[in-house]
């Protein structure tokens, strides 16, 4: 799992229209499927975590030596289970070239204008980089405060209203506009941006993006703790060190010269050097007619780069179809391979073993591979079960995936991730985050019905977990994507445990070197997720229709045109 810092924010799906779909197998006998799902056993996920997660793997680290033995043991055990290699070129891997850049700490912002020269102070008042593979990188440009920075057609709404904002230094708050609801001002409206939830327009991501391609030359965010969701502490830890990006073959101009974030306290101090007052701005910025705001201030800014190349990889094994037509199309698994390697000790332990994080779902990958090689006749669609590097880096290696697919996204069906595994026993219930945003949910309920099990949607949506693993990639891309978590409702066991259990891994094992197996594991559970998500995957690839986003889903759009551009309408 992606650090939540990282990858703020919520799915706003306002919509779930149930239609019932008898997906394949309904009313039938699912014995084709049977041996499958006999075929999974904890013992052999267990004895894959054990080696994933021992002190040789070294935390697994992307470029390190733990890299060379993880990629390896999975490549062996794809081979071994006598699935095909998944790359065209006839191998189990895909490069991922990745870079990393540490910015210089003694870096100067100067702020000047209304006869005034502000300097915050690195890591105190402000961070900034470049994700430009260069040894400098610089901004000397005019600010302009545009709101939220979002253009969304959909929404009706536009905070740049055609304002040129080419070469210039772009303010932008976090989050997305908070639009209250015309029947009830006291609420959100559920219909513009999600209500409560956040969309992808208000993640910092989507800020950066935006800007670079409007032509401006850099982007400061204004945090604001309630409004990102976590402290200027977690901005400033992110941002402070070495950072991981994908090498392009453009050395990636095509972003921002510099992108930073300020504390709310310096943008005040900054908007009244300018003479604005900025929460009468931030009040502006929540309505349609938000006009962008020149601060008569130019910021000048040199970042120094040391940067450092690394060559890593995605594993990716196939199992091809057995319709003539239908093997053309795609059903993916992921599971991210890598996890910190080895970093600052704490309790006298410095690998990051990342036991449950990911060691498990890569675990997970195996066993579902070697189940569908247990079945009589392949699915009719083709199983791509992908292994990625430098997620906790921010979904570097499936980003790289969906940016080079192996096969056409169009004809990728459907994603289905796994990060992080239930290891505490059997539950009446499994999750899936971003419930309601496609025709998955009938999939994913009749699978869990088979089990006597129930699906329940995200229990703590405000964490966004849709945007912190790989499954979001593939979303961004249009892909319909399943992302499960480990339920909560344990069998056997008193109420409350689940929410406790996990209470207690991300404050003490969460991305540190304790994440490892633990003497009361029960991976029980973690069987029935498997075939779980194995069930859900053979269903989806034995039927001729595809998964579809449900209108007004956040991703939908981007799948109409990617199957329109294909060829097939959507
Ligand atoms: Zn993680």
Not at 149 to 154: S, Y
Request: glycine share 10%; proline share 6%; hydrophobic share 35%.
């Amino acid at each position: 799992m992606h650090s939540p810092r990282l990858r703020p924010g919520l799915l706003g799906f306002g919509i779930i229209a149930l239609s019932l779909v008898c997906s394949f197998g309904c009313g039938r006998s699912s014995s084709a499927v049977d041996p499958g799902l006999r075929s999974f056993s904890s013992d052999r996920l267990l004895a894959h975590i054990k080696t994933l997660s021992s002190d040789e793997f070294e935390g697994r680290g992307p470029g390190t030596k733990g890299e060379q033995l993880t990629i390896k043991y999975v490549e062996d055990q794809f081979r071994s289970q006598g699935l095909e290699p998944g790359n065209p070129d006839g191998t189990y891997l895909q490069n991922v070239p990745l870079v990393g850049i540490t910015p210089d700490a003694k870096m100067k912002f100067a702020l000047s204008g209304h006869g005034r020269t502000l300097g915050p102070k690195f890591q105190d008042e402000f961070v900034a980089w470049s994700k430009r593979v260069v040894d400098t990188s610089r901004i000397d440009a005019d600010m302009i405060f545009v709101g939220y920075g979002v253009q969304a057609p959909e929404f009706n709404w536009d905070d740049f209203k055609g304002t040129d904002v080419k070469g210039k230094v772009l303010v932008v708050l976090i989050n997305d506009p908070p639009v209250p609801d015309a029947s009830d001002p006291a609420k959100l409206d559920p219909k513009t941006f999600g209500g409560t939830a956040m969309t992808y327009y208000g993640r910092w991501t989507y800020k950066f993006e935006k800007a670079a391609q409007l032509g401006a030359a850099g982007c400061v965010i204004i945090h604001q703790t309630d409004r990102a969701g976590y402290p200027w502490e977690v901005v400033r830890d992110s941002w402070s060190g070495i950072q991981f990006d994908l090498a392009a073959p453009d050395k990636n101009m095509g972003r921002l010269a510099v992108e930073s974030w300020i504390t709310s306290a310096f943008a005040t101090k900054l908007f009244q050097t300018a003479g604005l007052d900025l929460d009468k701005l931030i009040a502006a910025a929540a309505r349609r007619d938000f006009k962008p705001v020149p601060l008569g201030m130019h910021a000048k800014l040199e970042i120094h780069n040391s940067l450092q190349m690394i060559e890593s990889h995605n594993v990716i094994a196939k199992l091809t179809g057995s319709d003539p037509q239908l093997k053309n199309t795609h059903v993916v698994y992921t599971a991210h391979w890598d996890h910190f390697g080895i970093g600052p000790e704490v309790n006298g332990d410095k690998i990051y073993h990342g036991a449950v994080d990911n060691a498990s779902g890569t675990a997970a990958l195996l066993e579902v591979a070697r189940a569908y090689k247990q079945l009589g006749t392949p699915p009719r669609r083709t199983i791509l079960l992908l292994s990625v590097t430098a997620e906790e880096q921010g979904l570097l290696g499936s980003q790289f995936y969906v940016e080079h697919p192996l096969y056409p996204l169009a004809r990728t069906v459907a994603e289905i991730n796994m990060d992080g595994m239930n290891v505490h026993g059997r539950t009446r219930d499994i999750v899936e985050i971003g419930r309601g945003a496609s025709t998955l949910d009938e999939i994913i309920e009749a699978a869990a019905r088979d089990q006597g099990r129930v699906v329940k949607p995200d229990a703590e949506p405000e964490k966004g977990f849709y945007y912190r693993s790989d499954h979001f990639e593939f979303a961004k891309k249009g892909v319909p994507a399943f992302d499960p978590n480990g339920g909560i409702d344990f069998i056997g066991k008193p109420e409350g445990y689940g929410l406790e259990t996990r209470r207690k891994y991300t404050a003490e094992y969460y991305h540190k070197p304790s994440d490892t197996i633990k003497p009361d594991w029960d991976l029980s559970g973690a069987v029935e997720d498997c075939q779980l998500y194995f069930q859900v995957g053979f269903r989806i690839a034995s039927d001729a229709r595809m998964p579809e986003w449900r209108p007004g889903a956040e991703f939908k759009a981007i799948r109409d045109n990617s199957l329109r551009s294909s060829g097939s309408e959507p």
